[in-house]
């Protein structure tokens, strides 16, 4: 064989080896770690996730309209107008009603006294092991379609979102999965949820990103999309493709109104921090009233019907009014009383353990100060001022994206929810400004105050609620059969003690106190008896290892 010859051969043997070293190192470990979280699999679920959370989504805002009927005549989303054919005491009686119902059901029937919510979904994915109980789940969906069907202010989109969770954590278990896929699917059950209920898709997927898991994981992103592109096709293959306002199309009328578009979203921020203190403020009084739970409801029903005899554009979850703001139908004096109104009817029905949501109460305040603002710019200046309906298109996703904390899902539900592009600017603008300021007054998002006042700092990082939801039980040393199990009262022993249920940060600190590289774990019933050990070693072990794992996740 000639030199040539081998010089190709030996050229070809390399090439060969260089393609197989470069599938052992590189392909092969990506197929296997591909299989090992089981994405196919995840895959497969969200389409079911997708498709389940539709048609639920479907099914609970047929039951609202339902409950409608008997009171307003009609099943529609158009709720003022039917108010308006009715007397005074079917106003100030329905949600009255309702509420009773509304008491029964969670005085006897909720184990936990309280709907649930996106707050719950969030910290189900955070520390429950992404795990939701179907009954709840069930329960919340009906307690919300009760008290939005009986004129109870507040918004459909929470319970909604619950429900789709509910869906996706009942179908996950089903199946074995690693804890990052089950989170996965939970917020595919979101995003479907999203995606059906406003006809949004895309901000369906980044809402569940944004607001449920945290962070832009690649790995997250095709089954969420998934789940959410089915949830719209469904939706609007029964309800037809438009979007939830349809107004007429807007353009900023000069360069010139770039300030005005940031000192709306001041406006829109202190909007929503006066919302916001608002919803807090009502459920800390209510609670710290003595109300049996059964009339809590009551009285929150006769209060918002008392305010709905004299504006009814407060009744229920306020589309039809919202789509008014947006089309320039109501004057400045109106929409500034409606939005101090709606403020207050939502806070009311939150803190009387009604069950709704507050993503389009958020809306809704949002175009009413957006209106009311863009009415004052047309007297001022008559000549630059865009139409005011562009202002509550802006105010619109100012206050909802500082209420919700997810400015960048926000604007686009803003774009889609209106199917005017032409808005980007100013929506750009107010939003972050409105985010940004409302972060600096108040620390935190609606749903992350809710979370927090639980005892769960999510808002903090990782490392945060890791400290507050890793257990002792889950890192402690079991005690072997043949050790003695009394807790014996030597001086090292009385130094510390902790429980299976404490926390990690309440070991690191026991740990820190005493100088102790072990401390004893007692049994919670028998103080005297020994369960195990915790050691300084296996305790930093556990942190650092979920701290790596949420890193990993996050950015997988």
Known sequence: MSDKNRNQVAKAVAAKQRMLDFFTETIKPNLHEFQRSQELVVWAIAIVVGICAAYASLAFRILIGWIQIPWLGTSSDNVFAAALLQPWYIILGAPTLGG???????????????????????????????????RDGLQSALIAALSLGSGASAGREG???????????????????PQSARRTLLACGVAAAVAASFNVPLAGVLFAHEVILG??????????????ALGAMIVRTHLGNFPAFIIPEYHIASNWEIPAFALLGLICAFVAILFQLMMVGADRLSRSVEIPLVLRPVIGGFLVGSLAIYFPQILGVGYESTDAALKQQFSLTLMLQLLLLKALATSITLASRFGGGVFSPSLYLGAMAGGAFGLAAAMVFPLMASSHGLYAITGMGAVAAAILGAPISTVLIAFELTGDYNVAIALLLAVSISTSVHRAFLGQSYFHWLLAARGLFLNDGPHRYILHTLKVSQFMTPLEKDQSNLFNESQEEELSWLLPSATIEQALRAFDRTGLDRIAVIDHHKPEIIVGWAFKVEALHHYNQALIDAHVEHNK
């Open 100 to 134: 009773l119902l509304v008491g029964l059901l969670l005085v006897y029937f909720v184990p936990g006294k309280r709907p649930h919510g996106v707050a719950d979904v969030i910290e189900a994915q955070a520390i429950k092991n992404s795990k939701i109980s179907v």
């Open 159 to 177: 319970p909604v979102v619950h429900l789709g969770a509910t869906i996706a954590s009942w179908l996950q278990d089903r199946f074995s999965l």
């Open 215 to 228: 962070h832009y994981a690649l790995r997250a992103f095709v089954p969420i999309a998934i789940s959410s």
